[in-house]
Structures are given as C-alpha cells and as structure tokens.
C-alpha cells in the first residue's frame, strides 16, 4: 500500500473529493478544453485575465482522481500568478511528476508536492498534466480543443 | 449435481493453467490476476511452442519458392486455413481469408463488397454497443458515397432492441454489421433473429465476432450470416493475424483490396489477372507464423471444447457478478441475460482509472476506461467503466481476488 498512499495523498483525495474553483465562468476570457482521448478524461478550464495577471481561473469536467485533484490544486496555484510564473510552475510541476525531483525544493513545490507520488506511475503522468497543459494552451490564447494524444 | 455444477468438476482449471506460463509470473510482488481477456488472452505453451517451431524448422515464404523449406511452410499456412475452416464450420477453405485482424476484416468487407454495393442514400445498420472497429469503417463509407449509419438501439440492460431493429429494416439496408457478443458489456446478440430479418429484407449480415470466437462455438453455416470476421490474438493465438469469413459468392464477385503480390495471376503492365479466392484478398508476405499459431490456438481450445469452456466460464462469471454484489456502491453496466464471460462496472465515487491503478498494486489486471466504444459509455451515461474480463483459465480465486482488491480501493477512497 506504500506507493498507493505515496499516489492517492490526502490532499489528493481531498481535492478530489472538494474540487476547488470548480464551476464554470460566464465572463472568462478564455476557455479552452482538455482531452484525454485514451481514458476519457475532459476538462475545460476557464481564465479571466487582466494584463498579465491571471485573475480567476475555474474548471469543469470529469476524470479520475489524479487529473482532477490535479486541476483544483492548479486552480489555486496560479490565481493571482503572471503568465511567466504559471509557466514556471508547471515546468516545476512537470519535473515533479515525471521523476526529475533532483532541482526542487520544497519553497517551489508547495502544495504541488501532493503529486509526487505520480512519478512512480507513468501510466498516470498524463493524468496529471491535463490541466496545466490545457492551462498552457489558454494563456497562449488558443480556444482549441487540447488532447493528450 | 446440476449440469453446470458437473461441467465445473470435469474441467480442469489447474491443468489448463499449467499450459500457459504468463500465468506462474509475479507482478509488482503478487501473483498475477489476469482478467483482461477481452482485450487480449494470454497464449497457452502450445502455441509459443509452435512459433518456435515455425522459426526454427519450417520458416521460408510460402506460394513461391520450389524449394523444401517453402514448400513446407506453404503446406502448413495451407494446413491452418483448414483447421480455421473446421472450427468455424465453413463450406470451403476458399472462403477463409487471412487478414491481420477483426479490424482489417470489416475494413476489407467496407471497401470492397462496400464500395460496390452501398450508394447514395443507402443506409447500413450497426448496434449501440458496438466496437469502433465496426463503427469506423462504415462511417468511412457512409462518408464516401452520401450513404448512412443507422444505430440500433439497447435497453437499459444493453440488450439490443430487436422490435426496434426490425422496424429499421428497409429497402435501403444494404448490411447489418453487429457484434456476435460485445466487447465493452457482454451481451450476446440474438444472431440468428437479427440474420433473419436481414434476409428476409434482403440485407446481408457481417458478423464482428472478435469477442465471439473465444466465447461461443461458431458455425457460420447454422448461423446464416454472410461476413464472420475475429482475431487471433482474443482467441488464445498471436496477436496481427485474424480471419475474414465470407460466403463464396460474395467473395468471388467482390474487387480485390490491396494489390501486390500473391493476389495475381499474372502482371504486366497493360493488364494484371487477379488470383483465385482465398489469394485474391491476401495481397504480398503473409503472417505466416501468425497463420501456423492460430492454427494451435483454435487446435488447443478445440481439444478442450467450446461447449466446455462456455459452460464453464458462464459459471465463473455468475459466481463473479454474485460476489461483486457485496460490494456497496457498486453498479453493473450492462446486465443482459445472454452474456459472454465480461462484467462492466462502476463504483460510485471513484473513477475507474483509478480502480485500475489501486488493483494493479495487488496483481490484478482489469481493463478501465471506453474500452474503444465511446458511443455506448454515452448511451449508459458513463464516461467509463471498469471491466473485468474471464477466460478459460481463469478461477473462483481469482474473481475472490478482484473482490479483495475493490474493498481496498474503498478503503483507500473513503
């Protein structure tokens, strides 16, 4: 049960269980919506931006524990954070989740570091990404559809 | 004792395990639970064994060289589209084409008798709860000529509606393409019902048995349809080998598919002569060791007997469905009376994905997510689903596992 735990943490679970910022937003400027064709997994992810500042940022969708947890903790992350930041965080993030833990610190990670447990499940790295990929995609404007695949 | 109760004694589970080496193996620390059938079966030493074989003593091109070794394979990829006559009941080896699997086969039928056969306007009925397999390639068509995919609907059970079905039947059908059991629920179809009033409207059945082949005995003669086509690697064989069964008319009067060699006559480069059937459907190299594998496979579970390991896997998965029920907040997804060895579920509260990843810890292999049929995770209002899968090797112990494994996904979500 060991890396179990490691994977399902509890913020995770609570996250999952509590999404933050989960609601959809009438007058966000961007929207775009994320896809993981192979599990079925979709969110759209919803920004109000102001000048470089990211606002607001709010979710919907379904998916497994892991992308949704993922999502809200995301959502709380990079409110208030400039597009330069959120960028930051999510490379942070993707090192996070992918094994690469040599250069971070627990004053990067934060709440990120709930996910860390991931990286000893490939299968479910994409199930963490999802959102911030998504998230990427909004911030550089584009209104497509964002797959995985 | 009832018959079923008889069955379960006279199979031999332990014997028939021992047959398949994957089976003795760990995975993450625990003995592996393999219940992913559906999606592919493991292969019984007897038909690795045969693969080695190929390799080792018998491997050359077949229908070309004068040479003994290709005279050999050729007489063994000859011999196996025998043995696949026989375990499908076919009239004639000429109507056995090799193709690399379910997919190919409804690819080839859509592209050739297709193409000729479905114009503008026409319409080709398929079921809810089919496989993308058998839904692609006739929306290709469909696309292509201004034709038109209808869908058959289910029940709440997943049972197709066949009151329903019969009532699309029209002079525009040109085929009814479904599914001899479904790879996402279980349900097995009402084939004969379905090949019927097809006929009697003057469409032709294909059959996507890919799920049947392991489960039912087939007889395609019995059942009337006019395309069966199933996959190697679901029915105990290697994987990119698979079967198209078509009546011989059919296959006589349809245009070849890929061109190259093996599929003509003679060439030149005014005119080329296609050859005779099977050939003319089996353009270039064959899967030769594909071909000679599948042969084992449908020899070895031929030796222990459709009848039997129907019965006997119908008994596992009623025992499975019956100790699933225990489980609070679990809800299965398709509850057909006729059902092959497949259960769907979902628990209320945790995402399939994650099942799957909670049960791989202990050992336990299960499929999670659409399971390629989109369209129907829609219809049961579920964006995925849990599916436990048996075959023949399967046991009471390892349905007790899959039960132990989902209290700990509990536990780990509560």
Redesign the interface.
Known sequence: MSDLRELYQQVILDHNKNPRNFHDMPDATNRVDGYNPLCGDHYTIFLKRAGDTIEEVSFTGSGCAISKASASVMSSTVKGKSKEEADRLFETFHALVTGDQSGLSAADLGRLAAFSGVSEFPARVKCATLAWHTLRSALEGKDEKVSTE | MSVIEATRVQYDVGKIRNDFPILSRDVRGKRLVYLDNAATTQKPRQVIDRLVRYYTEENSNVHRGVHYLSELATMEYENARGVVQQFINAASVKEIVFTRGTTESINLVAQTWGRTHVGAGDEVLISAIEHHSNIVPWQMLAQEKGANVRVIPVNDEGELLIDEYERMLNPRVKIVAVGHASNALGTINPLRRIIEAAHANGSLVLVDGAQGAPHIGIDVQALGCDFYAFSGHKVYGPTGIGVLWGRESLLEAMPPWQGGGDMILSVSFEKTTYNALPYKFEAGTPNIEGVVGLAAALQYVSAIGLDAIAAYEHDLEQYATRRLREIEGLRFIGTAREKASVISFVLE??????IG??LD?EGIAIR???HCA?PL?MRFNV??TGRASFGLYNTREEADALVAGLH?VIE??R
């Open positions: 509260g945790v995402h399939p994905h994650d990843t909670i810890q999670t997510g659409h989109q995770m964006p995925a700990k780990v979500f």
